[in-house]
């Protein structure tokens, strides 16, 4: 199982994703594209079907505490939801991020037209520190404190 990347979708859950198959049927709670184009495709792995699901709609940031609640076996979440979802629930891992399927999630920032011509000197800025924000957040010893920013 590979690491938590910190700026990449997340299915986090109390089961390892070779016991998936084994835990049907699963309630997954999420709220929207990235988390169903990521299950689909973590059950397909696991040699499940859709049917061998029940979706839990769920907005992203209430996935911490439904994973905590145990009203559902996993959520997919992103951070800083899904580091918290992770910290709530003790034993619970992920199971799947976009790292087990790479090219299905782009994480990108997009600026307007309008807002570059505008703030040109601010994006400017914004890219200077891109990566060592990502640094910062990819640190273990930084995880609480970068949750508190993100959050």
Do not use: C, H
Request: charged share 20%; net charge neutral.
């Amino acid at each position: 199982m590979k690491s938590l990347p910190r700026f990449r979708f997340a299915l986090a859950g109390l089961l390892s994703l070779a016991g998936l198959a084994q835990a049907e049927p699963l309630k997954i709670a999420y709220s929207d594209w990235p988390g169903w184009v990521a299950w689909e495709i973590a059950i397909q792995k696991a040699g499940m079907k859709a049917k061998d699901v029940t979706i839990v709609n769920t907005p992203t940031n209430e996935t911490p505490q439904v994973l905590a609640s145990k009203a559902v076996d996993a959520i997919g979440a992103w951070q800083p939801n899904s580091g918290q979802a992770l910290k709530v629930l003790p034993g619970s891992k992920p199971v799947f991020t976009s790292a087990d399927a790479p090219g299905i999630i782009y994480d990108l920032l997009y600026v307007s037209a309008e807002s570059l011509v505008k703030n040109k000197e601010d994006w400017a800025k914004v890219v200077k520190v891109w990566y060592k924000v990502a640094d910062y957040i990819r640190d273990e010893e930084n995880l609480d404190d970068a949750l508190t920013i993100l959050s």
